[in-house]
């Protein structure tokens, strides 16, 4: 399974962006999709996640009311449309792709078995 996300770039306070994650190699019906972030000298971190089974989704309290998780299956693509951003929201993001993540870490990296490059985001203040 191959993951290629795309859509980053510079933004002002306030923008919008769509990040794209085209997923290939695999039934992308099959598969939990989740977007995570990772500043300079900090960890990665969950920001939005959407589950397979239900198509519940999911954001971390920082980026709800503000950032969306989607899905184009004839696409077998994953968005991430972002609004009013901040500065802080700067970061490589990273599209990542589970078969079986189970419940408890829909937020956690190790939920995920492929990744995607990342896309640099920089929100200007």
């Known amino acids: 399974v191959q993951l290629q996300a795309s859509g980053g770039g510079l933004v002002q306070a306030g923008g919008s962006l769509r990040l794209s994650c085209a997923v290939s190699g695999g039934t992308f019906s099959g598969y939990n999709t989740a977007w995570f972030r990772q500043a300079p000298g900090k960890e990665r971190e969950f920001v939005a996640a959407w589950r397979k089974s239900g198509g519940y989704t999911y954001y971390r309290d920082s980026v709800k009311g503000r950032f969306t998780i989607s899905r184009d299956g004839a696409k077998n693509t994953v968005y991430l449309q972002m609004n009013s951003l901040k500065p802080e929201d700067t970061a490589v993001y990273y599209c990542?792709?589970?078969?079986?993540?189970?419940?408890?870490?829909?937020?956690?990296?190790?939920?995920?078995?492929?990744w995607g490059q990342g896309t640099q985001v920089t929100v200007s203040s």
């Open positions: 990542a792709a589970g078969a079986n993540t189970i419940l408890s870490t829909t937020r956690l990296p190790r939920g995920y078995n492929y």
